[in-house]
């Protein structure tokens, strides 16, 4: 079964610092991967996903994410954080080969607290 | 267009009681997931429908089920309540089966269930 580990339970920044959230998948067949976004009180959103084709992924709000095959991991990057990214994140893995994922693996996920 | 509704936002509950849980998703979309968020234990899967049928269940007991009707809106039941059930759960829709090419998983904004 696919598992996820999101490596850092909390990441404290600065405002406008960079950040890098981390993310490592168990499988290394093919997988699609996906970053979420909680809000406090909120439900989840979803920031980006990758599917296939290039490695580097572009999402909402300024966020990107490259997938590296080799290293199982989709490692999801900010270069200049706001006070408006804290929130928790969520790292989320499907198997498309199991004849259509019928649900997403998430890690545990990432508290991130941008500080002014 | 409305996304995933989740009702109530907030219930409590004795232990021993029962819970029903409401979720409609987004118009159009037949999958229905439901996913338990406890304190400490990130996202947990519980329960998939498509069209009506339960395709898939976590590691969860028994006294967690529920249904999908034909309008595929969907119920959660957790019978026999206990303190470790005080969770936010969340429901989540989609086109397809979350993780398929192409396809997103909604999230509403959960239901808040508290067990005392």
């Known amino acids: 079964a696919q598992s996820v580990t999101q490596l850092d339970s909390q990441v404290p920044v600065f405002e406008e610092a960079p950040v890098e959230l981390r993310c490592n998948y168990s499988s290394s067949v093919s997988v699609y991967l996906f970053w979420y976004v909680q809000y406090p009180n909120q439900g989840l959103q979803l920031l980006l996903k990758?599917?296939?084709?290039?490695?580097l992924v572009k999402g909402i709000n300024g966020f990107e994410a490259e997938f590296n095959k080799s290293q199982t991991s989709f490692h999801l990057r900010k270069p200049s954080v706001h006070i408006s990214d804290t929130a928790e994140y969520f790292c989320?893995?499907?198997?498309?080969?199991?004849?259509?994922?019928?649900?997403?693996?998430f890690g545990k996920g990432t508290k991130l607290t941008v500080n002014p | 267009e409305a996304g995933v509704t989740q009702s109530p936002t907030h219930l409590i509950k004795t232990r021993g009681q029962q819970a029903t849980l409401r979720c409609s998703p987004i118009?159009?979309?037949?999958?229905v997931y439901w996913y338990q968020q406890a304190l400490g234990l990130g996202l947990q899967f519980l329960l998939w429908y498509d069209e009506g049928e339960e395709r898939n269940r976590g590691n969860f007991p028994p006294r967690f089920s529920g249904r999908q009707f034909p309008n595929y809106s969907s119920e959660l039941n957790v019978n026999a309540l206990e303190l470790e059930d005080s969770a936010l759960y969340l429901c989540?829709?989609?086109?397809?089966?979350?993780?398929?090419?192409?396809?997103?998983?909604?999230f509403g904004q959960g239901t808040r269930l508290t067990v005392v």
């Open positions: 989320a893995v499907s198997d498309p080969d199991q004849g259509g994922s019928e649900k997403l693996v």
């Open positions: 989540a829709s989609s086109l397809a089966p979350a993780g398929g090419m192409n396809t997103e998983a909604f």
């Open positions: 118009s159009g979309h037949t999958s």
């Open positions: 990758y599917l296939s084709g290039s490695t």
